[in-house]
């Protein structure tokens, strides 16, 4: 007989790095995003060419950059990056600081053992008035993390303190801003596929119960800046043959109050202030399971804004309030006073 004792040993020495490599194998390399998500704020500092990026709006030309932070373990990163503008409206309309886009090196990121995923968006504070800029950009960002409380089909967010460093002048600028999880990072963690077709999108294609989550959080935030059949503020991706609709850019809700939005057009039709239902109508009188999510969730998203110290009290209260009155009035949900909704003939909105 075969001694145990003599041949485990001897088979550990023969399969144990190929288990070793199959384990590793298995296991995703962390991206940039997890990187920096260790903290609530994560301090950066950002130098490129602020001049350009805020003078020329309508350039589709990268500047040259850095970006720099220290993580968890106290190491220190420096990356080089292309820096870019981004976005429609905010773009054009904010006297502050653009929207930005990060483009990283790939190689870069996989020399130091992280996964591809090389872009990210970067929110950043739009309008010239510091104490207000900053209150819209941490209200937009709670609203994100509010979301990834209902969800992982959600995008993940980061919130930044922002050395801006002007590399022509060395000129410095501090201001606070979030990133958001890169587009194919996302369908990778939630094992997605893109979508070639993301406007139009017929009921029949569409997971319906998570679209009804979708338009009753926008309902609790009081957003009526998105729509399904244009694809506006809703990123679509497939999962199992079905649409999977993510929604984004939260700062023309109720909630957020971003004074440059009396821009939309859907406020000729529904009064500033005013929730309205902008998912499918006939989906309000089966909204029991979706409603019993939110209520299952209602002390920790309540708890997400009250733990939010960053956001001061008096913003805090009014978000909480504004939740409360969702809360309070979940089984009444009213629908838009006339037809703006997506119907399901997929016309999209009467603007």
Known sequence: MLNLKYVLPFLLFCFLPDLVKASNNNTAPESLLDLMSYQEIL??????????????????????????????????????IKVGLRGNYRRMNCNGTPPLKLNFKKGELQEAGLSKFDDMKLVTQCLEDESLAKKLLLKEYLAYKLYNQLTDKSLRVQLLKINFIDSNTGNKNVQYGFVIEDSAEFRNRIGATKMDKTFNIQPEVLDRDQFKMVALFQYMIGNIDYNLAAGRNLKMVKIDDKAITVPYDFDFSEMVKA???????????????????????????????????????????????SRFSILDREERDFVKGYLMNFFDNITQIKLPPVDVYVGREGKGLRY
Do not use: C, H
């Not at 990026?53 to 420096?78: A, H, P, Y």
């Open 259 to 305: 004074p440059y939005r009396t821009g939309s057009k859907r406020l000729d039709v529904i009064k500033q202030g005013d929730r309205a239902f902008l998912g499918f109508p006939e989906d309000v009188r089966d909204l029991k399971e979706t409603i019993q999510l939110f209520e299952n969730n209602r002390e920790a998203l309540l708890k997400i804004v």
């Open 43 to 80: 301090e950066i500092n950002l130098e490129t060419d602020m001049v350009q990026l805020i003078e020329d709006r309508r350039s589709e030309d990268e500047v040259k950059g850095n970006l720099s932070f220290t993580d968890s373990n106290g190491r220190f990163w420096s990356w080089k």
